[in-house]
């Protein structure tokens, strides 16, 4: 295995280990999307004995994204659903988690993988430095 890899995880099984602390909370944080579809055709009335009957023909209708919050020692977790998976829109959920859902924090400990907008630069681009609760950076 790669020595960075083996440090990272195993500063993440570190974080498993701790006691839960208000304080400083562990928040897992990760994204998914989910495809909308709308039916082209009526679904068959159901039976007896059984359920309706959706036909295997769809009509794409958009796609959704969402943010999955988990604080696994404080059994919390929480979805954001985005229209997209942007810097903008991680920014916001990290404001989301410290103005409304951790608003008592010292520091909220996340956990992320390696996407490209997971990291301090999406946060700059959106707040001004400093300052957590700033409006959007001009």
Same mark, same amino acid.
């Given at each position: 295995?790669? %020595? ?27 994204? @998914?999307?989910?495809?909308?579809? $709308?039916?082209?055709?009526? /679904?068959? /009335? ?5 359920? +309706?009957? +959706?036909?295997?023909? +769809?009509?794409?209708?958009?796609? @959704? &994204? ?20 942007? %810097?903008?829109?991680?920014? *916001? ?10 608003? *008592? ?13 997971? &990291? $301090? %630069? ?5 707040? %001004? ?6 409006? /959007?950076? @001009?």
């Amino acid at each position: 295995m790669h %020595a960075g890899f083996v440090a990272q995880m195993e500063e993440i099984l570190d974080l498993y280990q701790e006691p839960p602390d208000p304080a400083r909370p562990v928040v897992w944080v990760d994204e @998914s999307h989910k495809e909308q579809r $709308k039916e082209v055709r009526e /679904p068959q /009335p159901m039976q007896v004995g059984q359920a +309706y009957r +959706y036909d295997h023909e +769809y009509e794409h209708n958009g796609r @959704s &994204n969402l943010f999955m919050m988990f604080a696994p020692h404080m059994n919390w977790r929480h979805v954001k659903v985005t229209e997209q998976r942007t %810097a903008l829109d991680f920014a *916001e959920c990290m404001r989301d988690l410290v103005d409304l859902h951790f608003p *008592e924090a010292e520091m909220i400990r996340l956990v992320v993988d390696n996407l490209n907008t997971h &990291n $301090k %630069a999406s946060l700059y681009l959106h707040f %001004a430095p400093g300052k957590h609760t700033a409006s /959007p950076a @001009s």
